[in-house]
């Protein structure tokens, strides 16, 4: 009786220690889950397919839309857009592997609020009414996503030089935590997934102006807007300081102020804040947002 007693003693033991390292294992994957914004699943001779959830900053980078909530962003695909067409500048839809695309994307759908994002670089003169249908119809249709969108960008420069050099730039290993700092005039952003490197030109430091940047008497960015950058910029914890990307909307009366940064104002930024270069990304808008500031 003795060694049944053993043998059943060291049965249940080994039991217990699955079972509690299956939990274990299971609560790392679910941690992992709520951390984890993005991860690459397929990549094509001319595309890369991420599954993604969009962290904060990725809402302003990738572009957003009132009729949906962040988290329903489940694809992101970026494509080379050059190699879509001939030396003619002729869209060639045969260029894309369409068939081993659509496998790989139509898996990350979850429900009928799912979100699929296309980005194409350097897509050339072609008509973009055209690449709409294209992107947005086969999202669609071939993907099963109700809910598809597209963007596209300029680069020049190899494709895959470009994702190649935003990989080691990310660090996914620290946190891929981006959630900002900052006031009613700025947000500021770490930058550390590898979709928002890609978007940012490459910046460790994102910096947003709130307020509509409006026509006034001085040229210079308003005092209270640098002072809140030179707050908040260094609660950042980044692991470069190479470079700040500063994205603001502007009314198009206060096109000198955009001036003056780019002429004079990103250079006294890179001084104040300790970064080797600031840049910026600017939108105009011909009518004044709502501006309470």
Not at 273 to 280: A, N, Q, R, S
Request: hydrophobic share 40%; aromatic share 10%; charged share 25%.
């Amino acid at each position: 009786m003795q060694p049944q007693r053993n043998l059943l003693v060291c049965v249940v033991a080994w039991i217990l220690f699955w079972c509690h390292f299956g939990l274990l294992r299971g609560a790392s994957a679910q941690d992992n889950g709520k951390t984890a914004a993005e991860t690459e699943v397929a990549r094509g001779e001319n595309y890369l397919v991420y599954a993604c959830r969009k962290t904060e900053l990725q809402d302003y980078l990738l572009g957003s839309s009132s009729k949906h909530r962040r988290d329903e962003l489940k694809a992101c695909i970026l494509v080379d857009g050059q190699s879509l067409f001939t030396p003619q500048g002729l869209l060639d839809p045969s260029r894309m592997d369409w068939d081993k695309l659509s496998t790989e994307i139509r898996n990350l759908r979850v429900d009928e609020r799912s979100v699929a994002m296309f980005h194409a670089l350097d897509c050339g003169p072609g008509d973009f009414r055209v690449l709409n249908w294209l992107f947005v119809g086969f999202g669609r249709s071939s993907c099963g996503f109700n809910h598809v969108y597209w963007r596209s960008s300029s680069h020049q420069g190899d494709f895959w030089e470009r994702i190649q050099l935003s990989e080691g730039l990310a660090h996914p290993e620290i946190t891929r935590d981006e959630t900002p700092v900052g006031n009613e005039l700025v947000q500021v952003y770490p930058v550390r997934t590898f979709l928002s490197r890609f978007n940012s030109d490459n910046a460790d430091c994102v910096v947003r102006i709130v307020p509509q940047l409006i026509r006034q008497q001085h040229v210079e960015l308003r005092g209270a807007i640098r002072t809140s950058m030179q707050t908040f910029v260094p609660m950042i914890e980044v692991a470069n300081k190479k470079k700040l990307l500063v994205l603001a909307n502007y009314h198009k009366d206060a096109r000198a102020t955009v001036d003056w940064l780019r002429e004079e104002g990103f250079a006294e930024l890179a001084d104040k804040l300790g970064y080797g270069e600031v840049t910026g990304q600017f939108a105009e808008y011909a009518v004044l947002l709502k501006n309470d500031n």
